[in-house]
């Protein structure tokens, strides 16, 4: 699972309030990325960080921010939370040597 | 922007039959990846190709590089039931892939394995 881990696995939430996906790694690696999953629309890359607050956006990023003031860490916050933003949320980390690409377990959000 | 299709984008085979699954892209290939994913699930890391001609396999699934076709195939041999899930191709958008590109995703083949 290359030590991902991602919180919180489940949440929901109304519209309007702000919500954080956090995303560790154990592993010390570089390369990070959000992505969603929405039926009909497959992964899409929201944001993603090369270094240690080093981040770009992906082709979905409006509504989102990201930060990442350690290694570790990558963190993905919703603002004001609205409807569209309901779905099924990735971490990956990408390794350095062979840029094999690693997947969390997915953090899963509805917004009523 | 770079697109991935995968074909098909259902499959039902017979527990034992072989099948193979195709996933073509709208640009040129820095490196293809595939995933298996159970519904509801995390994406689990199958294999990743960088080179032209490269093939891969783990256990009973085989996966090729044709550059020039820009496209991937994933071959699983004797099927089973623990095959069955969603398979989904990724591609790099730039060379080299060990890079910080950006990657985009086929929209996954479900497969099904009938006893």
């Known amino acids: 699972d290359a030590g991902i881990t991602q919180s919180p696995r489940h949440k929901v939430t109304e519209t309007g309030t702000p919500v954080t996906l956090r995303c560790h790694q154990t592993?010390?690696?570089?390369?990070m990325y959000w992505y969603r999953q929405d039926p009909g629309h497959g992964l899409r890359l929201i944001h993603y960080?090369?270094?240690?607050?080093d981040t770009d956006k992906g082709e979905v990023s409006d509504g989102y921010s990201v930060s990442r003031s350690k290694t570790e860490d990558f963190l993905l916050t919703l603002e004001s939370a609205t409807s569209s933003q309901t779905s099924v949320y990735f971490c990956a980390i990408k390794t350095w040597g062979t840029g094999e690409l690693f997947f969390g377990e997915g953090s899963r959000l509805t917004v009523l | 922007s770079q697109e991935l299709e995968q074909s098909p984008q259902s499959l039902i085979v017979q527990e034992g039959k072989n099948l193979t699954i195709n996933c073509t892209s709208s640009?040129?290939?820095?490196?293809l990846y595939w995933y298996k994913q159970k519904y509801g699930e995390g994406l689990i890391f199958l294999m990743m190709?960088?080179?032209?001609?490269e093939e891969k396999s783990h256990e009973k699934i085989t996966a090729k590089l044709d550059e020039k076709k820009q496209q991937s195939s994933l071959h699983i041999t004797a099927s089973q039931p623990s095959h069955a899930g969603i398979y989904l191709c990724?591609?790099?958008?730039?060379?080299?892939?060990?890079?910080?590109?950006?990657?985009?995703f086929g929209q996954g083949t479900r497969l099904t394995i009938n006893p």
């Open positions: 640009k040129t290939l820095y490196g």
């Open positions: 990724g591609a790099a958008n730039r060379s080299p892939p060990q890079g910080a590109q950006k990657l985009v």
């Open positions: 592993e010390n690696h570089r390369y």
């Open positions: 190709l960088q080179k032209g001609g």
């Open positions: 960080s090369y270094g240690v607050k």
